[in-house]
């Protein structure tokens, strides 16, 4: 699929009315209530009404178009999407760009994975409008709870952009330790949150584990045995990144905590989550 079949004409009706909506990876009962919600760029508070029965229908039509062997990829589409924020001057971020930046080589292979939305988003749009940032933001939350993962509550409302965003944004796989907590930073995340996020790399097939169980099976492989990024460690497993990171003793830390407390990786992942989807985002006003 290449980005030219998406109509970018259709962008301002995909733009969803209701931007206090949530969607929760799990079923609830039709309920509305007001919340406050902390969004974290542009960093203020916004009062919203929440119909979950209402924002259910998201969720529900992805899950129905989803299954553990395309998780990986719909939780890679998500990252794609919202990685190319960058803090400093406020450009990227969770936009659903991504549909026009498929022919980049860091995106290679995504387009199996739009295409799944798109299904889904034609089944959506019978009922009501969606942003395509919406919907890659939710599907990468069902993906991580499709496999075990914590249930992760997405916030509704996002416009999508209009053209795509820079390039050379994406953090490189190549990257050493330092370069990756730079590259972090100037994401507006912490090393706790880049090891935490790395932790996705958990489902799919790069030798974590099981590629459809989301577990904290990644950090106790990196800590089996003393590997290093120039080599040692099996072209199987990983990416140069992952290998980067036990050789920083910050990193290294967070590892160790998350190898041990699953559920501790559970909690820092869905915070780290919600954030990464709501970085560049820009909301539709009540």
Same mark, same amino acid.
């Given at each position: 699929?290449?980005?030219?079949? *998406?109509?970018?004409?259709?962008?301002?009706?995909?733009?969803?009315?209701?931007?206090?909506? +949530?969607?929760?990876?799990?079923?609830?009962?039709?309920?509305?209530?007001? *919340?406050?919600?902390?969004?974290?760029?542009?960093?203020?508070?916004?009062?919203?009404?929440?119909?979950?029965?209402?924002? %259910?229908?998201?969720?529900?039509?992805?899950?129905?178009?989803?299954?553990?062997?395309?998780?990986?990829?719909?939780?890679?589409?998500?990252?794609?999407?919202?990685?190319?924020?960058?803090?400093?001057?406020?450009?990227?971020?969770?936009?659903?760009?991504?549909?026009?930046? /498929?022919?980049?080589? $860091?995106?290679?292979?995504?387009?199996?994975?739009?295409?799944?939305?798109?299904?889904?988003?034609? &089944? +959506? $749009?019978?009922?009501?409008?969606?942003?395509?940032?919406?919907? +890659?933001?939710?599907?990468?939350? &069902?993906a991580v709870s499709l496999c075990g993962g914590p249930v992760i509550p997405v916030q509704?409302?996002?416009?999508?952009?209009?053209?795509?965003?820079?390039?050379?944004? /994406?953090?490189?796989?190549?990257?050493?330790?330092?370069?990756?907590?730079?590259?972090?930073?100037?994401?507006?995340? %912490?090393?706790? $949150?880049?090891?935490?996020? %790395?932790?996705?790399?958990?489902?799919?097939?790069?030798?974590?584990?099981?590629?459809? *169980?989301?577990?904290?099976?990644?950090?106790?492989?990196?800590? $089996?045995?003393?590997?290093?990024?120039?080599?040692?460690?099996?072209?199987?497993?990983? /990416?140069?990144?992952?290998?980067?990171?036990?050789?920083?003793? &910050?990193?290294?830390?967070?590892i160790k905590i998350y190898a041990s407390d699953q559920a501790k990786f559970f909690d820092?992942?869905?915070?780290?989550? +919600?954030? /990464?989807?709501? %970085?560049?985002?820009?909301?539709?006003?009540?």
């Amino acid at each position: 699929m290449q980005a030219a079949q *998406v109509d970018p004409r259709g962008n301002e009706r995909e733009r969803l009315p209701h931007m206090g909506k +949530i969607v929760a990876s799990s079923g609830r009962r039709r309920l509305i209530l007001t *919340v406050v919600i902390p969004i974290m760029f542009p960093q203020h508070h916004i009062a919203k009404a929440v119909d979950v029965g209402e924002a %259910s229908i998201l969720q529900n039509v992805v899950k129905n178009f989803m299954s553990k062997a395309k998780a990986a990829g719909l939780l890679r589409l998500a990252f794609h999407d919202a990685g190319t924020f960058d803090l400093d001057d406020k450009s990227g971020g969770m936009n659903g760009s991504i549909v026009y930046e /498929l022919d980049r080589p $860091e995106n290679a292979g995504l387009n199996k994975s739009l295409k799944v939305l798109e299904k889904a988003k034609m &089944e +959506i $749009e019978k009922i009501q409008q969606v942003s395509w940032a919406d919907l +890659i933001a939710v599907a990468g939350a &069902e993906a991580v709870s499709l496999c075990g993962g914590p249930v992760i509550p997405v916030q509704l409302g996002r416009l999508d952009a209009r053209t795509p965003d820079p390039q050379g944004k /994406l953090p490189q796989e190549t990257l050493d330790a330092s370069g990756l907590k730079k590259c972090f930073l100037k994401k507006g995340f %912490s090393t706790q $949150e880049l090891v935490a996020l %790395s932790g996705a790399h958990t489902i799919g097939n790069k030798g974590f584990g099981s590629p459809v *169980v989301f577990d904290n099976a990644y950090f106790n492989i990196l800590l $089996e045995k003393t590997w290093t990024s120039s080599g040692g460690m099996s072209s199987m497993i990983g /990416l140069p990144s992952d290998r980067a990171l036990v050789e920083d003793k &910050e990193c290294l830390r967070w590892i160790k905590i998350y190898a041990s407390d699953q559920a501790k990786f559970f909690d820092d992942f869905r915070n780290a989550y +919600i954030k /990464l989807v709501n %970085s560049g985002a820009s909301w539709r006003s009540v």
